[in-house]
């Protein structure tokens, strides 16, 4: 729990990073897939890409996000089905303010690369949690491809792995946090919080807080020798 040694990446990058690299690879080469086929999503993840949809080509047609969607939502308000639906996902949060450079470009594909962005966040986040945990590359390998393997599912892209993408990023973190006793680490930590509440749906944010505080909650009772000296 020192504060003097500070490397960034202390060994979990230049060590067996082509291992990391195989992931990302793999992860690479089916979203080019997809892409490549043109292949909708299905099941609600259809219904996610169509209000995206909209919502881009309005941006993109008149520099402006829609008010409401009268026949989609039945006349509620589009701010509601935005926050919800409208670009779940972080990059879709900077292409939406973008989308008049992009009318041109195949729709699928940016909303493809959305998904495969985030899933960037996960597989990266999982990756240095693993490795922090595990000695053995081959063991963060297996952990992180099976979390990718359960949890994202492409038919409802939104509705899984979108609620929790950040959360190993998170844990990181604060494990840095209270390793080195920098404040940049906590503050990187509660911004991918906030960024993951807000890309995905808001009430999951009571789970998703609850799950930070019970690990690190056992953590400290696990570590009380460690802890109570650094706090």
């Not at 939406?96 to 962005?117: C, D, K, R």
């Amino acid at each position: 729990m020192s504060s003097n040694n500070d490397p960034e990446f202390p060994g979990i990058f230049r060590k067996c990073n082509w291992v990391l690299l195989l992931i990302l690879a793999l992860e690479a080469a089916q979203i080019v897939w997809l892409i490549a086929q043109r292949r909708l999503v299905l099941h609600d993840g259809l219904f996610q890409v169509m209000v995206q949809y909209i919502f881009f080509n309005n941006a993109a047609m008149t520099g402006e996000l829609p008010l409401w969607l009268p026949y989609l939502t039945h006349g509620t308000t589009a701010a509601f089905w935005y926050t919800v639906n409208g670009a779940d996902g972080l990059l879709g949060q900077v292409w939406l303010h973008v989308a008049p450079f992009l009318y041109q470009v195949n729709f699928l594909s940016i909303a493809y690369l959305g998904i495969f962005f985030d899933k960037l966040i996960l597989i990266v986040g999982a990756w240095l949690l693993s490795r922090r945990l595990f000695r053995s590359p081959w063991t963060a390998f297996f952990v992180t491809t099976g979390l990718m393997a359960a949890s994202v599912w492409e038919m409802q892209p939104y509705f899984n792995f979108h609620n929790y993408y950040a959360l190993p990023f998170i844990l990181y973190l604060f494990h840095r946090f209270f390793d080195t006793g920098r404040w940049r680490y906590a503050l990187g930590a509660i911004n991918f919080f906030l960024l993951q509440a807000l890309t995905g749906m808001i009430y999951v944010m009571a789970v998703s807080s609850l799950s930070v505080f019970l690990y690190f909650l056992f953590y400290f009772l696990c570590n009380r020798e460690k802890i109570v000296p650094f706090l």
